[in-house]
């Protein structure tokens, strides 16, 4: 029988598989993650990471280092313009990475109105009913509930958004375009998803005192930080032109096809040990995938999938028969693909799936696992089992102990036996 099989059965089909080929440097997640492009005339403060081996990277600005956060990867080093301003203690960090999809704003359905706020306008909106709005020239904030709308336009006014259900939820937005122009606030009340075809930003966007409140992510159209704008939070924008001109500044994580940044414009890594939005987090699950590969290389492949915002880690074993070590790997991989997603991630939750496949010959059925585990569980065993209060402690003491290993997988198994 496979190894897996004495573990539990359970068959579950995984959406496509999104699979990054090779790690970031000491589990630090960058400023900036760029596939095509970068033309930096601006400042980054942070790690810089291309995705792949001919990403372009351009420009005299300057890149600076923050702790613990690689610099440049080292193909992209060999290939920044002369006179790039780059810290001589830069790390170095291997190429190539898939990036999450965004998929577009959803069409609005039935019958709707444009809605235009100004000086002297009523507050008091049925918004199931509105499509456009546009909200200028007020003194009092004007709070937008979640949902889907069209084009959003801010000037000289002040939008709140967050209007979750429940305070720990992050409310969702979807707008066809957003336009805040000078003068023009979106605040955030709580943690929110917004999703948009394009962003002209002139003003401010998220909280300055928590830029892990905002996960913004673009479909297909530019993002455009004008002079002087202000945007703290994480872009996701992986199709997408980002382009910040003079005096724009950015606190936050950016991801982008192509990004450019003017003399005098900058991106800042916000102060925190862990990134809040989907972007930050998935490349977080990505670094920790590639930490699994190395230490199951040969026993088992570890590609990741991203289901609703929730990532599944899929094992898929190489058996060795007669291996008298199979069992203890089977285990040492169910937990490698734990800490793969909440070592560093802030995702709530997580769906494991081993799957062994035995040889031709023996004409066998595979065998599947499906775990769900919550961050909640993962950090509570971690910790009571190894004794230390700091999670990446924890994580490292386990990982040395095969008796820890064996009873880390027995109790996260035991609801599916």
């Not at 089977?330 to 997603?341: L, P």
Request: net charge neutral; glycine share 8%; charged share 20%.
């Amino acid at each position: 029988m496979c190894v897996l099989a004495h573990l539990s059965m359970r068959i579950v089909f995984i959406a496509t598989v999104l699979a990054a080929t090779v790690p970031l440097l000491d589990g630090a997640t960058p400023t900036v993650v760029v596939r095509d492009r970068l033309d930096n005339f601006g400042k980054i403060s942070g790690g810089v990471r291309a995705t792949k081996v001919e990403t372009e990277i351009r420009g005299t600005g300057q890149l600076t280092e923050s702790a613990r956060r690689p610099l440049v990867s080292a193909d992209a080093a060999a290939r920044l313009s002369p006179g790039t301003s780059v810290e001589p203690t830069a790390a170095v960090a291997p190429a190539e990475m898939l990036l999450p999809g965004v998929f577009a704003p959803r069409a609005l359905v039935g019958a709707r109105r444009p809605l235009v706020l100004g000086p002297g306008a009523r507050a008091s909106v049925d918004w199931t009913e509105v499509s456009d709005c546009s909200v200028e020239g007020r003194s009092a904030p004007v709070t937008l509930p979640s949902g889907s709308y069209r084009n959003l336009i801010v000037r000289d006014a002040t939008v709140v958004l967050g209007a979750a259900s429940r305070a720990e939820e992050s409310a969702r937005y979807e707008f066809s375009s957003l336009v805040v122009g000078s003068g023009g606030r979106v605040e955030l009340s709580g943690p929110v998803t917004l999703v948009c075809g394009g962003l002209d930003l002139a003003g401010s966007l998220g909280e300055a005192s928590n830029p892990g409140r905002l996960d913004l992510r673009v479909s297909r159209g530019t993002v455009i930080l004008r002079e002087r704008a202000r945007l703290f939070g994480e872009i996701l924008a992986p199709e997408s032109l980002v382009t910040l001109e003079a005096g724009a500044r950015v606190v936050g994580l950016v991801v982008a096809a192509r990004l450019g940044l003017a003399a005098g414009s900058e991106i800042e890594s916000p102060s925190v040990d862990r990134i809040a939005g989907f972007a930050g987090s998935y490349l977080a699950v990505q670094e920790g995938a590639a930490i699994a590969r190395a230490r199951l290389v040969h026993h088992f492949g570890v590609s990741t999938a991203f289901v609703d915002d929730i990532p599944q880690v899929v094992l898929n074993e190489t058996p060795v028969p007669g291996d008298p070590a199979a069992q203890h790997r089977a285990k040492e991989a169910i937990f490698e693909a734990c800490a793969a997603v909440f070592a560093q991630s802030r995702f709530p939750r997580a769906s494991i799936l081993a799957s062994t496949t035995a040889p031709a010959r023996e004409r066998a059925a595979r065998t599947d696992l499906k775990l769900s585990v919550t961050a909640a569980q993962f950090e509570h065993l971690a910790r009571s089992l190894s004794g230390r209060t700091e999670l990446a402690a924890a994580i490292e003491a386990i990982r040395g102990n095969p008796l820890l290993v064996n009873l880390f997988a027995l109790e996260v198994t035991r609801s599916v036996r």
